[in-house]
């Protein structure tokens, strides 16, 4: 059921976010960009678990629409930090609203308990499974 909540979701996303020129990749990296200003690509790359040159074309993109820019890291020169321009304000306004318009139909007719109780749940199993993740990594750089 998850998987196909999540299929359906990313397909209503995709949709959604091509009435408003975009894919719900860049959809996705705006929304990073506005909670998290400064990511580097590397660090953005990780979150959206892709390849870092995928971000960097994906950041190519955006820049060519004026939405994004590179900042050179002041730390290091081989760094390059993402930062919002003014032009995606209002893109990022109407996506917000999509946003919201996408919960409101997936939790129509659920009990906000229910929900809630969901809603914790699912970030405890996701949890449970971060810790997994980062335990195997560990063990992996001790062997070897």
Do not use: Y
Request: hydrophobic content about 45%; aromatic content about 2%; proline content about 4%.
């Amino acid at each position: 059921m998850l998987h196909d909540l999540a299929r359906r979701l990313r397909q209503d996303a995709d949709r959604r976010a091509g009435t408003h020129g975009m894919t719900r990749a860049l959809w996705t990296i705006l929304f990073w960009l506005d909670r998290q200003p400064g990511l580097s690509q590397k660090e953005l790359a990780e979150i959206l678990e892709v390849e870092p040159i995928t971000v960097a074309r994906m950041i190519d993109r955006l820049e060519a629409r004026d939405m994004v820019e590179r900042r050179a890291d002041p730390a290091d020169r081989r760094l390059w930090r993402l930062h919002l321009r003014p032009a995606a304000t209002p893109v990022l306004t109407e996506l917000h609203e999509e946003r919201a318009a996408m919960h409101l139909v997936a939790t129509s007719g659920v009990d906000p308990e229910a929900l809630r109780i969901a809603t914790e749940t699912l970030c405890r199993m996701k949890a449970n499974m971060v810790a997994q993740a980062r335990g195997l990594a560990a063990a992996e750089r001790k062997i070897a």
